[in-house]
């Protein structure tokens, strides 16, 4: 377990822009950089990292937190190997100390399936090297594939034997549960193992753990499918995963490009041959999912398909999905009879490069080019294929980007370029209208919505609006968060934070917000006890709620124009002007607080038969509200609208 103290020096040492600058491409926007945000799709960069406090945040999907907070975003990571990846990048000596027996029960609870596939790992591995029916059977066949022993033992391939239940004995014997095993899928449920008489692939996370396991068949006499993948479970999604993508990241994002294969042993042959941006779908079809992760580190993808016709029709079809998620996609069709793996072989590392570089083709071209020998001199195909390619093209998100594909697609088929358009458009039309639809609330929730406390329908013009004063709390909170230690008053040295909760005592209980009132409340609570209360206090908070909130403060996307700093412009810029904002955001927040509680109190006057009490609570009430308003437009020369 790492010590504290070597948690604390990681931390302080990690800088934000040069963790995030592994993966994100930043720019220099003010004191602050921007870039797009490698957690969604987006063209204009929303995503900001500030040096200054050493936090990220984007604006687009709402990610925010420091180092090891996007490391475990994401690389998936645990907040342990986040620490240890900063740790080796800065060359951090990590101190351990050993765990409580609670800590250690802890990680073993959430960790056991990881725990449990690495102990299945070294076992297959042992099998695959120490016994003799491993080293007849399943490293010669790894062998007669041309691995290396290196690569191998890279890849933590391995072997199970025909033995019923070899695997489960043992680790039993281990104190493994056997109702983990189960559940992780390396024994069925009459407990026998789930891979018998087969080679083993381990399936690795994105950090590199053991997620899952695939066994292919070797003689022809054992029974089963040739290849068996393991159950999905907790740890493993096969829609959510890639074969190789934890051995192939680095190099992805280092030549902007993702290779797609089908199988574990082209993935395995190509990585050993040096071309190790390549992963496999593992024979699934591809999914939403998997093309986002390949999306984390790269736009552009290539497909290699083997010479079969027949496979790669059924594959194109899920080329529409990375269409949809505005990746470039090219493909290459190897010759026939061979797959990335034999064709490797026979042509080596420098050859297959240079075929792959010679006839890769767009996604679109290489459609075309396969459809123009069917549909020639066929007028029914030809109107098929367009049908089917414009469903296609009307599912590029880029309009730039689709126009030039329409030009392409007219030119290759011989059509007018506006009748591809408007098939097109009218997809398009159909497809946001849709979505438009679906975003709509449902019948019942707006039924629901036009009840009264007693059950009783209210029309729609009768409906009272809702009134909150959120956006006043979130400005005093942000004012509080980002100005709370500087000095108030310099006679007394009172702070911002000082002077902001002891002028809302009053107006606290009537707070919209649970979340900005448990911000104050703990706040005044600091103060009492003579605790710091500064910007590093929210921002390592141990609430994510408040923890994001501060972020956001922090990492606000805009800066100053240039004319602020200006010799002839007397105003202060707004960083420098705490003293006026606190004045505003109190007072603001006040009025606006006791203007609706004024307005509670007319309406119960108006009800019903007030007596002096009422009246008079009312009337300082008032009285207190235009006090307020006249304050406000003398100190800080703001006009308040009732």
């Known amino acids: 377990m790492i010590s504290q103290k070597s948690i604390l020096e990681i931390?302080?040492?990690?800088?934000?822009?040069?963790?995030?600058?592994?993966?994100?491409?930043?720019k220099k926007r003010g004191v602050n950089l921007i870039g797009l945000?490698?957690?969604?799709?987006?063209?204009?960069?929303?995503?900001?990292?500030?040096?200054?406090?050493?936090?990220?945040?984007?604006?687009?999907?709402?990610?925010?937190?420091?180092s090891v907070n996007f490391l475990m975003e994401h690389e998936s990571l645990s907040y342990p190997d986040a620490l240890r990846y900063i740790?080796?990048?800065?060359?951090?000596?990590?101190?351990?100390?050993?765990?409580?027996?609670?800590?250690?029960?802890?990680?073993?609870?959430?960790?056991?399936?990881?725990?449990?596939?690495?102990?299945?790992?070294?076992f297959y591995t042992d099998q695959l090297f120490q016994t003799d029916i491993g080293k007849s059977v399943g490293l010669s066949y790894f062998k007669q594939r041309?691995?290396?022993?290196?690569?191998?033992?890279?890849?933590?391939?391995g072997f199970s034997s025909a033995e019923r239940d070899g695997f489960t004995r043992k680790a039993v014997k281990d104190g493994y549960n056997i109702e983990l095993l189960r559940k992780v899928g390396l024994t069925t449920a009459n407990d026998n193992d789930f891979f018998r008489n087969r080679v083993i692939f381990p399936i690795h996370s994105l950090s590199g753990k053991f997620a899952a396991f695939a066994g292919r068949?070797?003689?022809?006499?054992?029974?089963?499918?040739k290849y068996l993948n393991s159950p999905e479970s907790e740890i493993y999604n096969k829609s959510k995963t890639l074969y190789g993508l934890f051995h192939a990241k680095q190099a992805i994002r280092k030549h902007d490009e993702c290779m797609l294969v089908e199988g574990y042993t082209d993935v395995i042959s190509l990585h050993q041959g040096g071309i190790e941006n390549v992963v496999a779908s593992s024979g699934t079809s591809l999914t939403v999912d998997q093309i986002r992760l390949i999306k984390r580190y790269t736009q552009n993808v290539l497909i290699i398909y083997d010479g079969d016709l027949a496979g790669i029709k059924a594959a194109l079809r899920g080329i529409e999905l990375i269409v949809e998620q505005d990746a470039n996609v090219k493909i290459v069709l190897l010759p026939d009879r061979h797959d990335p793996d034999s064709f490797f072989k026979e042509k080596g590392h420098t050859q297959f490069l240079e075929f792959i570089q010679a006839n890769k083709k767009d996604f679109l071209l290489f459609r075309l080019d396969l459809a123009s020998r069917e549909i020639a001199g066929d007028p029914i195909k030809k109107t098929a294929f367009i049908r089917e390619i414009v469903q296609t093209l009307a599912k590029i998100p880029d309009s730039i980007k689709r126009s030039v594909y329409v030009k392409e697609t007219a030119l290759q088929l011989d059509i007018d370029e506006r009748i591809i358009i408007g098939e097109t458009n009218k997809l398009l039309v159909k497809s946001i209208s849709?979505?438009?639809?679906?975003e709509l609330p449902s019948s019942k929730s707006k039924e629901d919505d036009l009840l009264a406390d007693d059950g009783t329908a209210i029309y729609p013009e009768q409906k009272p609006?809702?009134?909150?004063?959120?956006?006043?709390?979130?400005?005093?909170?942000?004012?509080?968060?980002?100005?709370?230690?500087?000095?108030?008053?310099?006679?007394?040295?009172?702070?911002?934070?000082?002077?902001?909760?002891?002028?809302?005592?009053?107006?606290?209980?009537?707070?919209?917000?649970?979340?900005?009132?448990?911000?104050?409340?703990?706040?005044?609570?600091?103060l009492q006890s003579n605790e710091p209360l500064n910007p590093d206090y929210f921002l390592k908070h141990?609430?994510?709620?408040?923890?994001?909130?501060?972020?956001?403060?922090?990492?606000?996307?805009?800066?100053?124009?240039?004319?602020?700093?200006?010799?002839?412009?007397?105003?202060?810029?707004?960083?420098?002007?705490?003293k006026n904002d606190s004045i505003r955001v109190v007072r603001m927040l006040k009025y606006r607080k006791f203007a609706r509680v004024c307005s509670e109190m007319k309406n119960k006057l108006k009800e019903g038969q007030p007596g002096i009490e009422e009246e008079t609570k009312f009337i300082k009430m008032n009285m207190k509200l235009q006090e307020l308003k006249a304050e406000m437009g003398e100190t800080l020369n703001i006009v308040v609208f009732d």
């Open 87 to 122: 740790a080796d990048k800065y060359k951090i000596e990590i101190e351990e100390t050993k765990p409580s027996a609670e800590q250690q029960a802890s990680m073993l609870e959430g960790e056991s399936l990881f725990i449990i596939n690495q102990y299945a790992s070294k």
């Open 465 to 526: 609006a809702p009134q909150n004063h959120l956006v006043q709390e979130k400005d005093l909170v942000r004012v509080l968060i980002k100005f709370g230690d500087k000095i108030f008053e310099e006679e007394t040295s009172l702070t911002v934070a000082n002077y902001i909760v002891n002028n809302i005592q009053d107006v606290l209980e009537n707070f919209d917000s649970k979340l900005y009132h448990q911000i104050i409340t703990e706040s005044m609570s600091r």
């Open 434 to 438: 849709e979505k438009k639809n679906n």
């Open 37 to 66: 945000c490698p957690f969604h799709n987006e063209k204009s960069p929303s995503f900001n990292v500030n040096p200054t406090r050493n936090i990220f945040k984007c604006f687009g999907c709402g990610k925010g937190g420091d």
């Open 217 to 225: 068949i070797l003689t022809s006499e054992a029974s089963g499918p």
């Open 146 to 157: 041309g691995f290396r022993e290196e690569t191998i033992h890279k890849f933590n391939l």
């Open 11 to 26: 931390i302080e040492t990690a800088k934000i822009e040069d963790i995030v600058g592994d993966f994100v491409a930043l």
């Open 542 to 578: 141990t609430n994510e709620d408040i923890r994001q909130e501060a972020i956001e403060v922090f990492t606000e996307p805009f800066t100053y124009s240039d004319n602020w700093k200006k010799p002839l412009q007397t105003q202060k810029l707004p960083d420098e002007n705490f």
